[in-house]
């Protein structure tokens, strides 16, 4: 598999595998996380508008990781970092990451970030050893414990 990042514009026709991806790699949390992920409520014409103004990363053909990249002050967010069950442990999401810490670089922003949430303890364990750290712990709106962990990595 060609391992070069693919960056979908808003009118790639693989933005519908994208999503279709997102929500399978996505499927596991239901029932698990309180709030529900707001992936449920997102729509292909909401992935457009998402690549107008971000990074959607994607690697395979068809679409089996990807991630979107944001740029913030001071770091280039990550979201919805997901790989197909058939391809986990084939070390793409470590390839992802590396590819984040480059677009940092070349953007001059000196961190990654990225949320997973509280009950997700594999996550945070795949997280720590892609190098991050947590960094903070917020509660959506309506909760009082926190319900999402803001996890940073230094890129060099």
Request: some cysteine; proline content about 8%.
């Amino acid at each position: 598999m060609d391992l070069t990042p693919i960056r979908l514009g808003p009118d790639d026709p693989a933005l519908h595998d994208v999503l279709t991806l997102m929500r399978d790699c996505f499927a596991y949390m239901e029932g698990r996380i309180d709030p529900p992920s707001s992936l449920g409520k997102v729509s292909v014409k909401e992935l457009r508008q998402t690549a107008t103004k971000a990074e959607i990363c994607c690697l395979g053909t068809p679409t089996v990781a990807c991630m979107i990249l944001t740029p913030k002050p001071g770091c280039l967010y990550l979201g919805k970092v997901c790989v197909a069950p058939s391809h986990q442990r084939l070390g793409l999401a470590r390839h992802l990451i590396d590819h984040a810490s480059a677009r940092a670089r070349e953007m001059r922003l000196p961190q990654l970030e990225l949320q997973t949430r509280v009950e997700l303890m594999d996550n945070h364990a795949t997280f720590k050893a892609l190098g991050f750290t947590e960094h903070a712990r917020t509660a959506h709106p309506g909760y009082d414990h926190p319900t999402s962990i803001t996890m940073r990595k230094t890129v060099g």
